[in-house]
């Protein structure tokens, strides 16, 4: 009988070991997951969706497009981590540090990033400047600090980048700081930019269109050729700011109401 049931435990152990992430349940420890992760090919992204990764030091890892859909990794360690490819889909990734975090071509629709860590120090030097090449992030909410990252060709249409005024997390930063970011051919339509600090920002040949920047600092900003059409601009600040060649400005709601306009460069 005793050894009956010590196979049986011992067959229990070895399907355990076999299992899909999914089939053990929400948690992973550290160890555990960069051994999966060692073991993965990029070309069978791992599936690791709706996990519990809160506050777990995860720097240094690459994920290697894995799929993190709907998981919960508020506060944890993204620092240096290559995340790119990956799909993030409804993942929370509020409070994280993601300094020189790689989220080129991932896939972050409706994820909620506020506050997050981006730099070690005030100075936001571009070094540390988290990455998010032409991620998907369509109706993501994004607060905090972005300065210098580079969004080129990123989706961000229908994005929440406003104060939420309930996050709970706004005590120090007021506004979404995207100074020197560049998101040139980013698409931006529909986005809620208001009061968004996008002074010396590259936003050659983005697509503004419908997009919200009531208050927005755009001061020295770049938006050769960029699409305004329908674009709210009303108290936005344009001083200095590029618009050669931009298109739908005729059709912008409340330049006449914009700041410095006459120091705009058109």
């Given at each position: 009988?005793?050894?009956?049931?010590r196979r049986l435990t011992a067959l229990a152990l070895v399907a355990a070991a076999v299992?899909?992430?999914d089939a053990l349940g929400a948690d992973l420890s550290?160890?555990?997951?960069?051994?999966?992760?060692?073991h993965a090919e990029r070309s069978q992204p791992l599936q690791l969706r709706s996990l519990d990764l809160r506050e777990l030091d995860?720097?240094?890892?690459?994920?290697?497009?894995?799929?993190?859909?709907?998981?919960?990794?508020?506060?944890?360690?993204?620092?240096?981590?290559?995340?790119?490819?990956?799909?993030l889909q409804g993942a929370r990734l509020d409070r994280v540090i993601i300094i020189g975090a790689r989220f080129d071509g991932a896939n972050l629709a409706g994820t909620s990033f506020l506050r997050p860590s981006s730099f070690s120090t005030l100075a936001a030097p571009a070094s540390e400047a988290p990455s998010f090449v032409g991620a998907n992030l369509r109706r993501a909410l994004l607060f905090g600090r972005f300065s210098r990252s580079n969004f080129s060709g990123a989706d961000l249409s229908g994005a929440?980048?406003?104060?939420?005024?309930?996050?709970?997390?706004?005590?120090?930063?007021?506004?979404t700081e995207l100074t020197g970011a560049d998101l040139s051919k980013a698409v931006l339509?529909?986005?809620d930019?208001?009061?968004?600090?996008l002074a010396f920002a590259n936003l050659r040949g983005a697509n503004l269109r419908g997009a919200v920047l009531r208050k927005a600092d755009l001061s020295r900003a770049d938006l050769t050729g960029a699409d305004l059409t329908g674009a709210d601009l009303a108290e936005a600040d344009l001083d200095?700011?590029?618009?050669?060649?931009?298109?739908?400005?005729?059709?912008a709601l409340g330049l006449d109401r914009a700041r410095n306009i006459d120091k705009a460069i058109r």
């Open positions: 009988m005793h050894e009956r049931k299992l899909p992430v550290v160890r555990e997951l960069t051994t999966r992760l060692y995860l720097s240094g890892l690459d994920f290697k497009a894995a799929t993190l859909a709907a998981s919960n990794l508020f506060g944890a360690d993204l620092t240096r981590a290559d995340l790119s490819m990956a799909d929440m980048l406003a104060p939420l005024n309930r996050t709970g997390f706004i005590e120090h930063i007021w506004r339509s529909g986005a930019l208001s009061y968004t600090l200095g700011a590029i618009l050669t060649g931009a298109r739908g400005l005729n059709t």
